[in-house]
């Protein structure tokens, strides 16, 4: 395929952007994957921050 033919289906092009969401989170619920997600984030928003 071309890339200067390509486009998006219409559907796509509609879809909402979205750039925070508000989630519930629990320590006592949280696994393994929960927490490294959780240290990733907070290193990645440091990184962030640093400029």
């Known amino acids: 395929m ?3 033919n390509f ?3 219409k559907t796509a092009k509609r879809l ?3 750039k925070a969401q508000d ?4 320590m ?6 929960d927490l490294e997600a959780m240290e990733r984030a907070e290193a990645a928003e440091k990184r962030q921050n640093e400029f």
Do not use: G, H, M, Q
């Not at 989630?23 to 629990?26: G, P, T």
């Not at 006592?28 to 994957?33: C, F, G, K, P, S």
């Open 2 to 4: 071309d890339k200067k």
């Open 7 to 9: 486009s998006l289906p």
């Open 16 to 18: 909402p952007i979205v």
């Open 23 to 26: 989630v519930e989170f629990s």
């Open 28 to 33: 006592d619920e949280a696994d393994a994957e």
